[in-house]
């Protein structure tokens, strides 16, 4: 008579308290809850509360001003929808994930496909998708994390030694950037851009190959400009830029292109070193400057808040991601230090756009800045990527994949 082998409850399903298609998805055992980068999610939830401030005394002061631009109940309605990625990305299994990560992938392309087709049009951008929830989808956005998951799984087994191990990924982060240029929206598009570069050099790509890379990126930029490749109004914000070096030119085109830049840096100059304070500066009681919730929400923090708030802001912000680049650089097995690494460089691509073309350091494009600003999509996406960096940091599965001996 065999003996009954005895076995621990939720062994069967992968020790995650059950057998059913969620515990094959999701385990909250194999977290290992004292390893969990708890400051990074302080810091993550540290300037979710700086967006929730500065984005309460906008809808305050839209409402003295008889304004109805902004809806801070809206915003907390979209958070509550999102939070949940949070979690579930932190509890999600890194195998499952794994081998899912192309599918993913495949899912976010079909997204991006249905956009001509059912999307909705919003200032000559076809970009959204609107759910039966009141929650409109923006496909770009889930396609940053697509792209992410699906380089870490094909760089997985690949050192990108080889002309032609170089294929499949480029081919995965041109694809999406592709589908998105078209919609227009460039901005998306090029974010994509240092993503995959910084992805690829975490997996091995020489320096060489990355900076001839970076050159003939360049190269395409500028004969896209020079040679009116792109959209009328596209252009028009690359030639505002380049004219716009000098106060009197940025002056001249206040009341033309030049409207949003010169608006962004004058409440930025506006600011001085401690702020007017908030709801007080110009961008809120003029309401003059353009998408103060989401792309220039960065000018606004610099106005209420003065050069110390912007510079603490800033700080907080570039400690996250080197605190995510360094978690990523303590695993071992190396589909969660991809993906880990990956998540660092969207929230470091975002910030560095945001920031600069608020300063007027690059030519001005929407990007909202993760964490601080409004956007469905956008706080899906950054819940989703900041509970999946925390969780697979915190996994830590076994590997016998060749970086795990590394010392």
Not at 9 to 16: E, N
Not at 145 to 152: E, F, M, N, R
């Amino acid at each position: 008579m065999r003996r009954a082998r005895y076995e621990p409850a939720g062994a069967r399903g992968g020790g995650g308290g059950g057998s059913g298609p969620f515990s094959r998805v999701f385990s909250a055992r194999q977290v290992r809850w004292m390893q969990l980068d708890w400051h990074v999610l302080a810091l993550a939830l540290l300037l979710l509360f700086v967006g929730l401030v500065v984005l309460r005394a906008m809808d305050e002061a839209d409402a003295a001003f008889q304004r109805s631009e902004i809806d801070f109940g809206s915003h907390l309605s979209k958070l509550l929808v999102a939070a949940p990625a949070l979690v579930l990305g932190l509890l999600v299994r890194p195998r499952w994930l794994r081998r899912n990560s192309l599918a993913i992938y495949s899912a976010c392309l079909v997204l991006l496909a249905l956009v001509p087709f059912i999307g909705q049009e919003r200032n000559n951008a076809r970009r959204w998708i609107q759910l039966p929830v009141g929650f409109d989808l923006q496909p770009s956005e889930l396609a940053k994390l697509g792209v992410i998951l699906a380089l870490a799984r094909v760089l997985y087994r690949s050192r990108l030694a080889r002309p032609v191990e170089w294929l499949p990924p480029l081919a995965i982060a041109l694809t999406p950037m592709a589908m998105v240029a078209l919609q227009p929206d460039l901005g998306t598009a090029l974010t994509l851009a240092p993503i995959s570069m910084g992805m690829f050099w975490l997996a091995g790509a020489r320096a060489r190959v990355l900076i001839l890379a970076v050159a003939a990126g360049a190269a395409l930029a500028f004969s896209a400009w020079h040679f009116e490749w792109v959209k009328s109004y596209q252009l028009q914000r690359v030639d505002t830029w380049v004219h716009s070096w000098e106060p009197a030119e940025l002056i001249e085109g206040r009341n033309g292109p030049a409207f949003h830049s010169y608006h962004a840096r004058t409440a930025i100059g506006n600011g001085w070193w401690v702020g007017t304070g908030l709801g007080r500066g110009v961008a809120n009681e003029a309401g003059h400057l353009p998408e103060r919730s989401s792309d220039s929400i960065f000018a606004v923090v610099a106005e209420e808040a003065g050069l110390l708030g912007a510079g603490g802001l800033v700080v907080l912000y570039s400690l996250m991601i080197v605190l995510l680049l360094g978690s990523a650089s303590t695993l071992r097995e190396r589909f969660s230090r991809l993906v880990v690494g990956g998540i660092a460089l969207y929230f470091a691509s975002h910030f560095f756009v945001n920031v600069g073309v608020n300063l007027g350091l690059l030519p001005m494009t929407g990007l909202t800045l993760p964490l601080l600003s409004t956007g469905g999509s956008s706080l899906l996406v950054t819940f989703a990527a900041l509970g999946l960096a925390l969780g697979l940091a915190a996994h830590r599965e076994p590997s016998l994949d060749r970086d795990a001996f590394r010392l």
